[in-house]
């Protein structure tokens, strides 16, 4: 061990199988004082973490291959103080509450900033079952016709790309948006 007269910089392993997304995320964190280190998917998470000890993770719950949730153990595995925040993108309340079951601290629906992303590191399970019971509800459907029109606007209207990313098949998010925005009485 060398001594340096600087603190060691917290590592953060960064885990989407958006690769861009990733290096944009992993890039504002370095920005922000912190090492980062990223993978795109179960295996390589591993890998990556056991080489370099991160002591904060941020999983994307949704990956091609072995989920996030199954991630979120074997990382704690390896590293039971680990701390993790989860990315989920809409409609994965349900998978981000199990992944706060399995040991996850905190989650944020994609997009997430880099801001909120570290904040959520520092976040207790106990402010994560306060605040919402703050917030009025807002019906699922209203949140997830939102969410599907931001994925669209991202995808610059590309219907197939929008479906990609969303996880859902093409002609499924057709029919959603022929149904056009929920109305409140539902």
């Known amino acids: 061990m060398h001594e ?5 910089r917290e590592t953060v392993l960064v885990v989407d199988d958006d690769k861009n997304f990733c290096q944009a995320l992993a890039g504002s964190i370095r920005r922000r004082g912190y ?5 795109h998917g179960y295996e390589e998470a591993l890998t990556e ?11 994307d719950l949704r990956m091609p291959g072995r989920s996030g949730l199954e991630l979120i153990v074997a990382l704690r595995k390896q590293d039971p103080n680990i701390a993790i925040v989860v990315l989920t993108g809409y409609g994965s309340i349900a998978t981000a509450v199990e ?8 989650y944020l629906t994609k997009p997430a900033e880099p801001d909120e992303v570290l904040a959520g590191f520092t976040r207790t ?9 703050e917030l009025p509800a807002t019906p699922l459907g209203e949140l997830e016709w939102e969410h ?38 539902e």
């Not at 340096?4 to 060691?8: A, F, I, L």
């Not at 973490?49 to 993770?57: I, N, T």
């Not at 399970?125 to 019971?133: G, M």
């Not at 599907?148 to 093409?170: F, K, P, W, Y």
């Open 148 to 185: 599907l029109q931001r994925v669209l606007t991202d995808c610059q209207g590309n219907i197939s790309e929008a479906a990609r990313r969303l996880g859902m098949h093409r002609r499924s998010l057709q029919r959603k948006l022929a149904r056009g925005r929920p109305t409140t009485g």
């Open 99 to 106: 992944a706060i079951k399995l040991g996850a601290i905190h």
């Open 4 to 8: 340096h007269s600087e603190t060691p």
């Open 35 to 39: 090492a980062a280190i990223v993978a």
């Open 49 to 59: 973490a056991q080489a370099w000890k991160p002591s904060r993770a941020v999983v």
């Open 125 to 133: 399970e106990a402010s994560l079952i306060e605040k919402p019971s």
